[in-house]
């Protein structure tokens, strides 16, 4: 059974970091392109970063280009999301999933077929 568990959410002031981590069960992440998504109040998802490791690809959305820093430990089988210099358009719900290993260019329109269940950012003063 595919599972993936986000964790590392929390509250933070802005220009603050947090390190968001997904692990992965029952799929090792660096067989796909793992994705990180967010979704803030009435707003639609958007597509933050994605990793394809086995590739050496790694793609950003412009928003969080030079914050972000997405990576993958394949001995944890985990992906983490570094988040520097945090602002409050940050805020939102956290998901990461799993998709077809390739390279990715428009996260809106690649194929993610493992989601989990997505862990909290706030950035607030």
């Known amino acids: 059974q595919v599972q993936l568990v986000e964790s590392g959410g929390g509250l933070v002031q802005p220009g603050s970091s947090l390190r968001l981590s997904c692990a992965g069960s029952?799929?090792?992440?660096?067989?796909?392109?793992i994705g990180w998504f967010r979704q803030a109040p009435g707003k639609e998802r958007e597509g933050v970063s994605c990793?394809?490791?086995?590739?050496?690809?790694?793609y950003y959305a412009d928003s969080v280009k030079g914050r972000f820093t997405i990576s993958i430990d394949n001995a944890k089988n985990t992906v983490y999301l570094q988040m520097n210099s945090l602002k409050p358009e940050d805020t939102g719900v956290y998901y990461c999933?799993?998709?077809?290993?390739?390279?990715?260019?428009?996260?809106?329109?690649?194929?993610?077929?493992?989601w989990g269940q997505g862990t909290q950012v706030t950035v607030s003063s």
């Open positions: 999933a799993a998709g077809p290993r390739g390279i990715v260019t428009d996260m809106r329109t690649a194929k993610f077929d493992d």
């Open positions: 990793i394809s490791s086995s590739l050496g690809y790694t």
């Open positions: 029952g799929l090792t992440l660096d067989y796909y392109t």
